[in-house]
């Protein structure tokens, strides 16, 4: 009677995890230490997939150990890694467990970009193979009986888990045997041969009869619940494994209610309630009557039969000798109770006892997230305030070059060059002159067309592999099931996009730096000469030697020595802003452990305050100094000019010193934007690697799922009908015979999973009585004549008989071998007068066709030369349940 159900697991494709795995680590941690450890990780994790995946699996612990390690490391490196269809593509195909190839029920196969379909068909695996361990058990003993309950309760709860969550990991239509249908269904059964382990151990046990009832009334109650879903989900019959589950369910469904009145029937005879006791026994009676009669070739209930009919024997004669009981209708007893021992198990990772994960150090994606924009916030706070520095300083030298300063200070003689013109001569020269900023400028377009060629070519492929998907999708309609790569594409075109802008406000910002450098060319090249050459180029004036010892002179010199040091603090200032640095990961990931999901905006802006707050407030002090010192440096320096002696010799000396000094702070500032351009430029090329290689990972993943849907989609097609189903009329199937045409033998028609019976002979041809008594018939027992009648070659190919048209001329029914079409013709048709002198036709002696049986060649007196035994008729089918 134990007959336990068990499911068939699922079987994968190779998969390979290191080469994509491997190169998301390379590109996302830089440092080399953390790279070779996650990829001996990634490694690692491969081998377990192999291991749980890739050989089959023995029906014990050890391997139900290694899927579940397996699918709790799938749950741990899920939030770890940006598993999808457009950032790391992994595609998963995994076969129906149930459908083996045939024209029924659901795909053969599913191939999909999910790491959530890895997941549910890993615990689909692990689900089954606990209930192929649970079947094996030795239930005879209380090992066996407690680790059966143990892993059926884990199946159901693997199972019930994949129906909350299938549709929401996939995202898409699912495979017959993970629709949540199948796997509500097979949930319910392991939950019922659960409670039935429990029943077995209560009777092992010899509990109380009361109990013993609850408990077997229970489980009926789940094998019901069982075989009504299993049988009214109109998908799940059709599988052939589903189709012998069912009468399974059915009979422990009888096999444990008449348990229930068994024992129930014990507790009436105790509170000497006979009439109850035969009630219930003889109800026990008519469902292992029931069982025996339809479900035998599954289930065996001798041993419970005669354990019930003996029960019932004793009873009745009890009861008729001594207690003359009233036996009650079985709708007027009492219900029995219920009592439900099992649970599902929850499936809350980690399911394995033996779990470490591999990926522990591995921050999850959503603090890896939160830490890139953090990084952009700190980034924006930093460049902020060093740009504010910067631009006050650009603007101190602007109005210094305005006003000729400090060269107005040292020009005092007329006719020598200023020693601060002569020092940004010479630091010119130390960087390289013309020919540095020039060779500069020239490298910029290369790098703007080899960044714009790396970026048309990602965004090519991504066009090129979307109009084939189209072209596909509009030649198999429906039948193209996987996403649209347009939709798939938006991110990485929204990317590429913002690439593109960027691009474009490089080149603007390009162009305004050549253009400074055109207006500031001349006096570049100016300074680039040799002390004489630039003597010679500055006009000279009249001595204003009689500043030297003034007041104004030293008031100036004195505020332009303050602004060089707030300049100079400037530059401390930027590095210690650049120098800040704080770990957000550990209060991004205290946030993730607690709420469950981390408010990165908030986080970050409380963090950067706290740590640029006090830098914010010098960089403003800083501002504030300089504003107040050039208030005063131009107060002092109009002092100063209604001093000298103003003629037009001085004033163009004066306009070539401001020129050259403007020309310097033009070259320093130009050769940092150029440098700051080639740096931008080669960083980016790095990005767009990076997009082209994520572009190219996506295609070659997309490619492979294209060459499995269209392998599928070709099998498919190959395995339908050639042409649409259609209704034979009524008058070609069953045409009526009539005097002067034998009836054509009946269609075959097929019938799955029954052995194929040979063809029908066709029945005899019509003939009246009279002829067939005359007296010039000879008897049976004549001797054959030594030379028969010659029969008519068959016009076709022997084989099962099939029926023409009637009513179309020149159409005859064709006859199966052996029988004579002119035996109409014959005795039985002729004129009473001929019939005496005719000899009777014997069949000729011919092998008969395969599979056909061959003709007798003297019938037996009783019964016709063509006359055919009758099919044996089957019964009608019987429902499962009993009809009570």
């Known amino acids: 009677m134990a007959t336990f159900i068990s499911v068939p697991l699922k079987k994968s494709s190779e998969v390979d995890l290191v080469k994509p795995l491997s190169k998301f680590v390379t590109a996302t941690y830089p440092a080399a230490e953390e790279q070779a450890d996650y990829i001996r990780s990634v490694e690692e994790l491969n081998k377990l997939r192999k291991s749980a995946l890739g050989r089959p699996l023995d029906k014990h612990e050890s391997s139900l150990e290694i899927l579940l390690r397996y699918y709790d490391q799938l749950c741990a490196v899920e939030p770890k890694f940006p598993f999808s269809e457009n950032q790391l593509c992994l595609t998963f195909t995994w076969k129906d467990a149930f459908d083996k190839g045939s024209l029924f029920g659901g795909s053969v196969k599913l191939a999909l970009a ?116 299993c049988q009214y989900k109109e998908n799940l019959p059709k599988y052939f494994y589903f189709q012998e589950v069912l009468p399974v369910l059915a009979a422990k469904h009888c096999i444990m209610q008449a348990n229930a009145e068994l024992h129930q029937s014990l507790l009436a005879k105790q509170k000497k309630r006979f009439g109850e006791e035969i009630a219930r026994l003889q109800h026990a009676t008519e469902l292992v009557k029931t069982v025996a009669s339809r479900y035998d070739e599954y289930v065996s209930v001798k041993d419970l039969s005669d354990k019930i009919s003996r029960a019932l024997t004793a009873a009745k004669k009890d009861n008729d000798f001594i207690y003359h009981d009233r036996v009650p209708e ?30 522990e150090k591995m921050v999850p994606m959503a603090v890896q997230q939160s830490m890139s924009v953090y990084s952009q916030r700190k980034a924006e706070t930093v460049n902020r305030l060093v740009g504010t520095m910067r631009e006050a300083t650009n603007l101190c030298n602007g109005v210094l070059a305005s006003l000729n300063l400090p060269a107005a200070l040292e ?68 039948r193209w099931t996987r996403t649209p790569s347009g939709d798939l594409y938006k991110p990485l075109r929204a990317e590429g996009g913002n690439f593109r802008s960027v691009l474009d406000k490089a080149v603007q910002a390009d162009q305004v730096v050549r253009e400074r450098y055109n207006t500031h060319c001349e006096m570049i090249a100016l300074l680039c000469k040799p002390e004489a050459e630039l003597t010679a180029a500055i006009p000279s004036a009249n001595p204003v030697k009689t500043l030297q010892g003034s007041e104004v002179v030293s008031v100036l010199r004195s505020q332009l020595a303050q602004l060089e040091e707030v300049k100079k603090e400037r530059e401390g200032l930027e590095v210690e802003i650049k120098g800040v640095a704080f770990d957000m990961s550990s209060s991004f990931l205290t946030a993730l452990a607690q709420d469950g999901a981390i408010n990165e905006e908030a986080l970050s802006m409380s963090q950067l305050d706290q740590s640029y707050g006090s830098y914010s407030q010098r960089v403003q002090a800083s501002l504030r100094s300089q504003e107040e010192l050039l208030g005063k440096v131009q107060a002092s320096h109009q002092e100063f000019s209604k001093l000298k002696q103003s003629n037009s010799e001085a004033n163009d000396r004066e306009e070539v010193l401001k020129k050259l000094a403007s020309a310097h702070d033009s070259y320093v500032e130009i050769t940092s934007n150029l440098r700051e351009g080639t740096k931008f430029y080669n960083d980016l090329t790095e990005i767009l690697l990076k997009f082209q ?60 999973q029954v052995k194929a019976q040979p063809p029908q002979r066709p029945p005899p ?19 054959q004549p030594a030379n028969p009648p010659p029969m008519a070659p068959p016009s076709q190919a022997q084989g099962p008989p099939y029926p023409t048209y009637q009513g179309y001329p020149g159409y005859a029914y064709q006859m199966p071998m052996g029988y004579n079409p002119y035996a109409a013709y014959g005795q039985y048709n002729m004129p009473p007068a001929m019939q005496p002198n005719m000899q009777p036709y014997v069949p000729y002696q011919q092998a008969p066709a395969p599979g056909q049986g061959g003709f007798p060649g003297t019938p037996p007196t009783q019964q016709h030369p063509y006359t055919y035994q009758q099919q044996p008729q089957h019964p009608p089918h019987q429902p499962y349940y009993p009809q009570q």
């Open 411 to 478: 020009d005092l003689s007329g006719d020598s060059i200023p020693q601060s013109i002569v020092e940004k001569a010479r630091a010119i020269v130390q960087q390289g002159g013309l020919q540095s900023i020039e060779q500069l400028i020239r490298d910029l377009p290369e790098l703007l067309t080899r960044n714009r060629e790396i970026l048309d070519e990602s965004l090519k492929m991504l066009g090129d592999e979307e109009s084939t998907d189209s072209e596909l999708r509009s030649k198999f309609s429906q």
């Open 765 to 783: 041809p019509a003939f009246t009585p009279q002829a067939a008594s005359a007296p010039g018939n000879p008897p049976d027992n004549q001797p």
């Open 114 to 229: 999910s790491l959530g379909y890895e997941k549910t068909c890993v615990l689909f695996n692990g689900a089954a193979l606990a209930s192929q361990i649970a079947s094996e058990q030795n239930l005879d003993s209380d090992e066996g009986l407690k680790a059966a309950a143990k892993y059926y309760q884990l199946a159901s709860g693997a199972f019930g888990h994949i129906k909350d969550t299938v549709l929401s990991a996939l995202n898409r239509e699912p495979t017959m045997d993970i629709s949540p249908e199948t796997v509500g269904t097979l949930s319910l059964i392991m939950l019922a041969q659960a409670q039935e382990v429990f029943f077995l151990k209560a009777t092992a046990d010899k509990m109380k009869d009361a109990i013993i009832a609850k408990l077997a009334n229970q489980t009926a109650d789940f094998y019901g619940d069982a075989f009504k879903q």
């Open 330 to 359: 079985v709708k007027d007893l009492e219900h029995i109770g219920k009592a439900a021992l099992v649970k599902a198990t929850a499936i809350t990772p980690p399911l394995s006892a033996k779990f470490t994960d591999l990926f």
């Open 693 to 752: 290689n994520k572009c190219s990972d996506i295609i070659f993943a997309r490619k492979t799922e294209r060459d499995e849907l269209l392998k599928d989609l070709q099998q498919s097609i190959a395995r339908e009908p050639s042409a649409p189903s259609f209704n034979v009329p009524a008058y070609q199937t069953n045409p009526a015979p009539t005097a002067a045409d034998p009836t054509p033998a009946p269609r075959t028609v097929f019938q799955p």
